[in-house]
């Protein structure tokens, strides 16, 4: 993925995976009543603090010691409280971000399209869903139609994605005190897609949790 995104001028971008809650939230649009921030669904690790629940914390920290434009992705390890077949407390994403004068969303479209046909074949068809995500408006899921081991080909989610919300930009500017992101001067567009899931999918793996189980009999089938 990384190979991929590094062919269409994305550099990778990392930061610290116990976050600020500024980080992980406030700055991202995401305010204190928000269900993403209750206990049940977020570990912390003290009042303000938290294991970052996605890589978008990034995303942030780089635009504020950075001048646009950015272009960058931000691969890493993410955590939230669920345990299940498709959810483990810990998992792997990747966020992209790209950031300069009149950017737009067919852009965005471009540039999935053409990760998607590299990632899982030149003839994969593509489609965009309307969705909700507080630091992006308009947001949207995005499918992809694949043929599963044993199965028809069918409409899979792979990734989420979005025009960045001005909002995100009004408070890089605070925290920056200039107008170098004001939603004025610049727009941008952010996406981000689990790691483990494309794993599952592309190997037809029926249950996350097998990734993290050490079963040498699972393992040794990718040696």
């Known amino acids: 993925i990384t190979h991929i995104f590094y062919g269409m001028g994305f550099q990778v971008a ?16 995401t305010p204190p009543d928000h269900p993403a921030r ?35 992705i931000a ?13 483990t407390p810990m998992f792997h994403q990747v966020e992209g971000l790209l ?37 992006t408006e308009p947001s949207f899921e995005i499918d992809a139609r694949l043929r599963l081991e044993g199965h028809d080909p069918e409409w899979i989610e792979v ?14 500017c605070k925290s920056r005190g200039d107008e170098l992101y004001h939603p004025d001067k610049v727009t941008g567009y952010a996406f981000g897609m689990g790691l483990d899931r494309l794993a599952m999918i592309k190997w037809g793996i029926k249950d996350i949790r097998l990734l993290i189980e050490n079963d040498a009999r699972f393992l040794t089938q990718f040696a």
């Open 99 to 135: 950031v300069d004068r009149g950017v737009s969303f067919s852009e965005l479209k471009g540039v999935l399209y053409s990760f998607a046909r590299q990632m899982f074949g030149e003839q994969t068809e593509v489609r965009f869903r309307p969705h909700f995500f507080p630091f």
């Open 14 to 29: 990392e930061g610290p995976e116990v976050e600020l809650e500024y980080y992980n939230f406030d700055a991202l649009n």
């Open 38 to 72: 209750d206990l049940q669904d977020t570990f912390y690790i003290s009042e303000g603090v938290v294991l970052r629940t996605h890589t978008s914390p990034v995303q942030i920290r780089v635009m504020e010691k950075q001048q646009p434009p950015i272009r960058i």
């Open 159 to 172: 990734a989420g994605c979005g025009m960045v919300d001005p909002a995100v930009f009004e408070e890089i």
């Open 75 to 87: 691969p890493g390890r993410v955590y939230r409280r669920d345990y299940d077949i498709s959810h």
